[in-house]
């Protein structure tokens, strides 16, 4: 790399470099020119010609040659846009995937009182509690992860969005939350069986298996959640949770002869079956 090196030249080359390693490698190539510049998209190219310095050229190559490797953008920039909001990321948590904004919408649609008790459980980045909270101030939202790397970046979060009201804590699942009145729970948890081969693909190799996978072909933690859920939910309360695509069907079943009724699941974006609700009676 020559350090004259312009903007618009730096992008072509980076994208030739990606190509073949990414499916978005012009998308890729852009993000982290951004990121290195702290600039937005339009500036890129509204000053195409203008050249790279050495430091920036440096840290842009650094950078390619971690996503060459397979190391997910989201890391790389430390942050992930969800539900219009910006979160930041590091290796500790899962990154959030636009799927799981179905699962938001479903809960922000749910006939709730004004003042709703909501639990988040593996809250990760915080992601879903605070997008939650976001679009509606008035409820009472806690966030619980067993993980104190991935309670500390959510706090950060917190902090960074202004939503100081959301309690975040540490928690195996429902280990340390002692309140069993919620009328809202949600969770993404783990639910990829522990020898599906995905996971020697794509970004998951750089996420915690811990935050992916299930004993049970995926289902134990989904199955334990549903469960202990019963015994936290006021009469009428919600419980929603996120799910591999080819799970539903299992977890409306298990669901149901846990006592839940109107059970259903929602499909996500690629019409996928997503997330599943139910209702405690």
Known sequence: ????????????????????????????SEILLQHVLDKNRTYLFTWGDKRLTA???????????????????????????FFSLPFKVNPTTLIPRPDTEVLVETALALPLPSGARVLDLGTGTGAIALSLAHER????????????????????NRQMLGLERVEICQSDWFSAVSEQAFDL????????????????????????????????????DLFYIAEHSRDRLVSGGYLLMEHGFEQGARLRNALSDMGYVDVKTIKDYGDNERCTLARWP
């Open 1 to 28: 790399m020559t350090l004259a090196e312009t903007i618009e030249q730096a992008l072509r080359r980076a994208c030739l470099l990606l190509n073949g390693s990414s499916d978005t490698a012009a998308l890729d």
């Open 55 to 81: 430091t920036e050229a440096e840290r842009f190559q650094q950078l390619l040659a971690l996503r060459l490797e397979g190391h997910p953008i989201a890391h790389l920039i430390g942050e992930r846009e």
């Open 137 to 156: 101030p008035q409820w009472q939202i806690k966030g619980v992860d067993k993980v104190a790397a991935a309670v500390a970046l959510a706090c950060e």
């Open 185 to 220: 729970i949600v969770s993404n948890p783990p639910y990829i069986d522990e020898n599906d081969h995905h996971l020697s693909q794509g970004d998951v190799r750089f996420e915690p298996l811990s935050a992916l996978t299930a004993a049970d072909a995926g289902y134990q």
